[in-house]
């Protein structure tokens, strides 16, 4: 056990308490790594297009510091104050390692951390931008500073087999010896609970009848989702199954007039349903913070992305018994059974996507059998007791090649 004058000091910095995996796994980390560490939590500003996520370190009592001027869009003078500000922390704080989580956090945080001569510099990629955000040039440009920041770290934290191939072999970030690959971890136990208790809420909630089949998409609003494709897939289904089916946009962003005005040209139905019950095809919920409410009350989760790391809805949604229809993006096969727990399809594949979402649709049996794998899948690989003992383990190495 590590007293307080030998703990290993922690400092771990994170873009933003936003809904989704990083904000969960840094949360699990700064609380349940064992006395033999010392953790401080930074993050930045919440975005005002996000739901925020100060609940999850709430509820584990954790206070981080919030260092506003680190922002999600690139502004100098903001950068460069959180910049400065970190690096005071960090002067003050001494730690023994530096852990950074999403690009803004990794930039200013190992920038930051090199300078004061950090031990131990460590960033994970929850994601990345090197494709299906931007442009040619700009995706370039990123990937020369990601390149230069993997030089100034001990070691880089993949968190797939898929999303470390991308980061070496493809991108070239760096080479495979500094890369080691961590699974996301979550508390999971929750999608077990009071399953038709929680299925009964979200279905009265929306006026779902029980012979109507709930189809949800679950996360942010924005371009690199392709809610395009969903809507194309929704409005191909809905004319050829005899089923009754119901769609569920949950979450929200900047793309939410562009989704809406995509269905209004396909003549895709729609209601907002924080503002009414209508039963109709398709409805807008915005974010529900109680997921566990609403994949019990789903029947197929879908998702349709350009890109992914590891995506948490997937996960959530076979630890829920739901089984999936995504395309085959980024860290996805890392994450689901393919044919097992989800049908998948190319990425932007409106055909083959419809064709899946269909097979689940009129397949009651199919869509049981696929069900009872997700949790069996789940329950140990993505598990946060787990991610920490991994965690704690390549830290002890780090320092010990270190020392």
Known sequence: MGTKQNKIKVLRIINRFN??????????????????????????AKDESEESSDFIV????????????????????????????????????????VHTH???????????????????????FHGHVFHSYFGKFKTAFYK?????????????????????????????????EKVHIVPLGFDLSKFQENQELKRKQFREKYNLA??????????????V????????????????????????IIGDGESRAEIEAKATELGVPFIDGTKST???????????????IALAGSDIIALTSYNEGTPVSLIEAQAANKPIVSTNVGGIENV?????????????NISEFSRQLLKLIDDDALRSEMAEKGWIHVKEKFHFTRLVSDMEKLYKKLLKRDL
């Open 336 to 348: 689901v059974l393919p044919n097992k727990t989800a049908l998948l399809c190319d990425n932007n």
């Open 58 to 97: 709430n509820n584990l009592g954790l206070k981080p510091i919030i260092v506003e001027e680190m922002m999600r869009e690139i502004d100098l003078k903001n950068d460069f104050t959180a910049y400065k500000k970190i690096k005071k922390i960090i002067q003050e704080y001494k730690p023994d390692i």
């Open 144 to 176: 020369n500073i990601e390149r230069y920041l993997a030089k100034k770290s001990t070691a880089i934290i993949a968190i797939s087999e898929i999303q470390k191939s991308e980061l070496v072999d493809i991108h070239k970030i760096c080479k495979s």
């Open 210 to 223: 029980d012979d109507e089949i709930a189809i949800s998409i679950i996360g942010r609003l924005v371009p």
């Open 19 to 44: 809904l989704g995996g990083p904000t969960y796994n840094v949360a699990y980390l700064s609380k349940y790594l064992s006395d033999d560490f010392e953790t401080l939590l930074i993050g930045g």
């Open 102 to 124: 999403a690009s803004k956090a990794g930039t200013l945080g190992r920038l930051a951390a090199s300078s004061s001569g950090v031990p131990i510099i460590i960033h994970t």
């Open 278 to 292: 209508q039963k109709t095809l398709l409805t807008f919920t915005s974010w529900i913070k109680e997921i566990d």
């Open 225 to 248: 989702k392709n809610h395009a494709l969903f809507l194309e897939g929704l409005k191909q289904v809905s004319t050829q199954t005899s089923k009754k089916i119901r769609a569920f």
